[in-house]
Nanobody
């Protein structure tokens, strides 16, 4: 049974930083394309960052240059370093295995809330 457990969210002022973590279990982590998604209030969940098994990364334009996705295969964990945070980054953040054109493969975890506010 695959489990995805996100952590690291919180309340931060605009311009601040947070580092999210997602611990995965029940799958062969190192071969998977992993992604971070987020869902803001009243909006659809969107894929914002992807890392493949070769550590190649890709980002949606709104976070490019501010966020960095990374992975530690020894710990079965994917990270999202978020810098220069803006109020519009406020959302519930999730990780998942990415397949196809951005589809999440597994059931969602509980997510971790990020709130950017002064």
């Amino acid at each position: 049974q695959v489990q995805l457990v996100e952590s690291g969210g919180g309340l931060v002022q605009p311009g601040g930083s947070l580092k999210l973590s997602c611990a995965a279990s029940g799958m062969i982590f190192k071969s998977r394309v992993m992604g971070w998604y987020r869902q803001a209030p009243g909006k659809q969940r969107e894929l914002i960052a992807v890392i493949d098994s070769s550590d190649s990364t890709n980002y949606v334009d709104s976070v490019k240059g501010r966020f960095a996705i990374s992975r530690d295969n020894a710990k079965n964990t994917v990270y999202l370093q978020m810098n220069s945070l803006k109020p519009e980054d406020t959302a519930l953040y999730y990780c998942n295995v990415v397949v196809g054109a951005g589809t999440a493969l597994y059931s969602w975890g509980q997510g971790t809330q990020v709130t950017v506010s002064s």
